[in-house]
């Protein structure tokens, strides 16, 4: 069973920056379906960014130009930079990796 956890959370203000990271029990090197989602209080969970094995990457409208998502194959593990933090970012991230879910990280944005 893979397990995924997440650290990397905290409070910043806003204009900040952090790099929340996820690590992945097994091998994630073919890995295609990888991403970084997020729930705020009272808000259903989103799509933050996404990464393949190829490289490809998608992110939400909303975080482009801000977030890069990117992979470490040799480490097994994911990362998300988050720069020019806004309060809207607050919430608790989730890293996926195949369908399986981390605990989430606190993410809050103090304006």
């Known amino acids: 069973q893979v397990q995924l956890v997440e650290s990397g959370g905290g409070l910043v203000q806003a204009g900040g920056s952090l790099r929340l990271s996820c690590a992945v029990s097994g091998s994630i090197f073919f890995v295609n379906d990888m991403g970084w989602y997020r729930q705020a209080s009272g808000k259903q969970r989103e799509l933050v960014a996404s990464?393949?094995?190829?490289?490809?990457?998608n992110y939400a409208d909303s975080v482009k130009d801000r977030f890069t998502i990117s992979r470490d194959n040799a480490n097994n593990k994911m990362y998300l930079q988050m720069n020019s933090l806004k309060p809207e970012d607050t919430a608790v991230y989730y890293c996926?990796?195949?369908?399986?879910w981390g605990q989430g990280t606190q993410v809050t944005v103090s304006s």
């Open positions: 996926k990796v195949i369908g399986i």
């Open positions: 990464l393949t094995s190829y490289g490809s990457t």
